[in-house]
């Protein structure tokens, strides 16, 4: 058999089970045991078994679809870019196409006819659309949480933006960096607030104050090689700069070099979202992977389980990160 002929018959008589007993199986639904639904799903995956998504949409009234919202300046973000490729691949796996929904300032109550759900990505107080989007009346996953006031979500995924932001904190500190610096958004996110309070609070712990500077959530390389510009000028005992903004951290390294401090030996440069342009900086900056394929992956997953009733409302799940040391802080510094 092929994914082409394989029918949910098929799957039903290779599983020794009723047809009725393999769809529900294989869509979380029923009362199916665990070890039954298990075993249902391995015999279709063996099989190459692919359902009928059209099928699928008639018989639950569904839409087909769910929403993706974006940060209005993630589309030149590599970071989302990859978040919504991820996003885009598991939703498919569950017969789903991704509407990119355009920022808009109006009412989305029309959202409920045209997707089954909401994948809304860094909540930005400032957002106008997130209020309408979290009370849409469909449920909604957020990439991180919003602390704004709307409606709660009906699940998040998480990642623990404070433990990364100390780890690269502590990686420096390690190296000998005895000044260090931030530059980060203002605090109108879960993830650039998080920044803000672990880089108070790391700093009291070390009796190491850490020196924050606000820059734009999307600032471009030439913002932060202008911000840390200022920040040298000013207190030019700083000895390593965390960027946070995804992609700019290449400014800070212009930046250095003009100020005639040598990255990676005296000074030295991290970035908290790890991406193409700091993996290929001269030097390749160490640098925060989030993951973003595999965080997209995991929003869209989260909501699939939700429509498919095979998770509780108000789930929240942690995504991992991981540190990337690289040449920009792996010398003596100090």
């Not at 000044?179 to 920044?195: E, F, V, Y």
Request: charged content about 20%; some cysteine.
């Amino acid at each position: 058999m092929n994914a082409r002929t394989v029918s949910l018959l098929d799957v039903a008589r290779a599983a020794g089970v009723s047809k009725s007993t393999a769809s529900d199986a294989l869509q979380g639904a029923g009362r199916v045991a665990e070890a039954t639904r298990e075993h249902v799903r391995e015999v279709a995956a063996r099989l190459g078994y692919r359902p009928n998504s059209a099928a699928r949409r008639l018989r639950r009234a569904s839409t087909g679809a769910i929403g993706l919202h974006l940060p209005q300046t993630a589309t030149r973000l590599d970071y989302y870019m990859n978040l919504a490729f991820g996003a885009v691949a598991r939703a498919q796996e569950e017969g789903f196409d991704v509407v990119l929904l355009a920022p808009a300032t109006g009412t989305h109550e029309p959202l409920a006819s045209r997707v089954d759900g909401l994948l809304v990505i860094d909540p930005e107080i400032g957002d106008p659309a997130v209020p309408g989007l979290l009370g849409a009346g469909i449920p909604v996953v957020t990439g991180e949480r919003y602390l704004g006031s709307a409606p709660a979500p009906t699940g998040a995924v998480i990642c623990d933006n404070s433990a990364s932001l100390t780890a690269l904190l502590d990686h420096v500190h390690a190296r000998g960096a005895r000044r260090p610096a931030l530059l980060a958004p203002a605090d109108t996110s879960a993830w650039a607030a998080a920044l803000h309070s672990t880089a108070g609070a790391w700093g009291r712990t070390h009796d190491v104050p850490v020196e924050v500077r606000t820059v734009s959530f999307a600032a471009t390389p030439r913002e932060a090689e202008e911000a840390t510009l200022a920040l040298l000028a000013q207190a030019p005992e700083i000895d390593a700069v965390i960027c946070a903004p995804d992609g700019a951290a290449p400014g800070v390294l212009h930046a250095a070099a003009a100020r005639g401090r040598a990255v990676g030996r005296d000074f030295s440069v991290a970035a908290c979202v790890d991406g193409a342009a700091v993996r290929g900086a001269a030097p390749p900056v160490t640098a925060v992977d989030l993951r973003p394929s595999a965080y997209g992956h995991a929003c869209a997953e989260l909501l699939c389980d939700i429509l498919a009733s095979r998770t509780d409302p108000a789930t929240v799940r942690t995504h991992r990160w991981a540190l990337e040391a690289r040449a920009s802080t792996l010398g003596p510094v100090g």
